[in-house]
């Protein structure tokens, strides 16, 4: 399976920035995915994941900010991030796992080659 993500970019905070990952290869739409994401010196944290019957986890700090979704026909997942602030500034990385336990300890089998988002104050 290979994964491709992109959308990142440089914003003002309180701009928005939609994110996209296609899904490629051996893949199967039963398969959760999700986003992390890493800043240098910090370990890579858990963002938002979704199952393929669309059961949705955020990380608190995004809540009521981001959205996650995916079309499963594309075998394609979005993050659409509304009221960006500095802190969210990271290279964010997509992934995805047939099993949803994978997100709860941040080993998903699968990873994309991370797109960077810059959030300027």
């Known amino acids: 399976v290979q994964l491709q993500a992109s959308g990142g970019g440089l914003v003002q905070a309180g701009g928005y920035l939609r994110l996209s990952c296609a899904a490629s290869?051996?893949?199967?739409?039963?398969?959760?995915m999700g986003w992390f994401r890493q800043t240098p010196g910090k370990e890579r944290e858990f963002v938002a994941r979704?199952?393929?019957?669309?059961?949705?986890l955020y990380t608190d700090s995004v809540k009521g900010r981001f959205a996650i979704s995916r079309d499963n026909a594309k075998n394609t997942v979005y993050l659409q991030m509304n009221s960006l602030k500095p802190e969210d500034t990271a290279v964010h990385y997509c992934?995805?796992?047939?099993?949803?336990?994978?997100?709860?300890?941040?080993?998903?089998?699968?990873w994309g080659q991370g797109t960077l988002v810059t959030v300027s104050s």
């Open positions: 992934a995805a796992d047939p099993f949803l336990r994978a997100f709860d300890t941040g080993t998903p089998e699968y």
């Open positions: 290869g051996r893949t199967d739409s039963s398969y959760s």
């Open positions: 979704i199952t393929w019957i669309g059961n949705i």
